[in-house]
């Protein structure tokens, strides 16, 4: 099992930046690529980013490319979404999601495990 516990989001306004955070517990943190997904009211849970268990591989939807990095520190048990240049259609709940192996997945049905998401919030 593990268990992850995001933060960070908040009210921000468009243009500006937040970053979140996704603690893990449980298990081996380096066996789980990672991903963040979006979900805003009435839609569907909407990939973001990913990444691999190392590091040396992420991916990212486009509406976001150039604009968000995602990272991850092992010796943390710690992913970070880095996001800048926020836009209105930014808003979400955001969720961490542990993939169901060391290789990086851009699907929700390629997660195992979810946090319970932080909210984020632009404001124009």
């Known amino acids: 099992q593990v268990q992850l516990v995001e933060s960070g989001g908040g009210l921000v306004q468009a243009g500006g930046s937040l970053r979140l955070s996704c603690v893990a517990s449980?298990?081996?943190?380096?066996?789980?690529?990672m991903g963040w997904f979006r979900q805003a009211p009435g839609n569907e849970r909407d990939f973001v980013t990913a990444?691999?268990?190392?590091?040396?591989?992420?991916a990212y939807a486009d509406s976001v490319k150039g604009r968000f990095t995602i990272s991850r520190d092992n010796a943390k048990n710690t992913v970070y979404l880095q996001m800048n240049s926020l836009k209105p259609e930014d808003k979400a709940v955001y969720y961490c999601?542990?993939?169901?192996?060391?290789?990086?997945?851009?699907?929700?049905?390629?997660?195992?495990?979810w946090g319970k998401g932080t909210l984020v919030t632009v404001s124009s």
């Open positions: 449980g298990r081996t943190f380096s066996m789980y690529a």
């Open positions: 990444i691999n268990w190392s590091g040396s591989s992420t």
């Open positions: 999601a542990a993939a169901n192996s060391r290789h990086l997945s851009i699907t929700t049905s390629g997660m195992g495990y």
